[in-house]
């Protein structure tokens, strides 16, 4: 029983993070860009305070990954690998957005106008990866859950 609400807490969360950052870059970000002649106060706007959000998400993926970890009785090798490379991923993924939160976007609020095509395109491109980190990382969860 424990298990079963763990996973529903690990997986809601992390299908909530990977849904909210699809949404922000295939239909927020685009439709944005092409409808508003100046996107950024949109955007620094949806930015105010989201970055504790994902902290909290990624606490609650934490502690219940490792509440998942706790609760397995027979792990095999493959699904302990398989969680060895999402804790690593998710780890990463923290890392990377954290590297975003508190170095880029200072920059990209104080840049001049002529540097923001610059820093959208970093952002964009780190956006992506990090929505492929955690992807993959809901993937691997998925089998490591079928194996285990």
Do not use: C, N
Not at 120 to 128: D, G, N, Q, S, W
């Amino acid at each position: 029983m424990i298990g079963a609400v763990l996973t529903t807490i690990h997986a809601g969360t992390a299908a909530v993070w990977l849904g909210a950052m699809l949404y922000s870059l295939l239909v927020v970000q685009p439709r944005a860009a092409a409808t508003l002649d100046d996107p950024e106060p949109l955007f620094v706007a949806l930015a105010a305070g989201a970055r504790w959000k994902v902290i909290a998400m990624v606490a609650v993926l934490a502690l219940s990954g490792g509440g998942l970890i706790l609760t397995e009785d027979d792990a095999t090798t493959t699904w302990s690998v398989l969680v060895a490379l999402k804790a690593l991923l998710l780890i990463g993924a923290l890392a990377l957005f954290a590297h975003v939160s508190w170095r880029m976007w200072p920059a990209r609020l104080f840049a001049i106008p002529e540097e923001l095509p610059d820093h959208r395109r970093r952002f964009r491109v780190l956006a992506m990866t990090l929505t492929a980190m955690v992807g993959l990382a809901f993937v691997l969860g998925t089998v490591a859950d079928s194996v285990g």
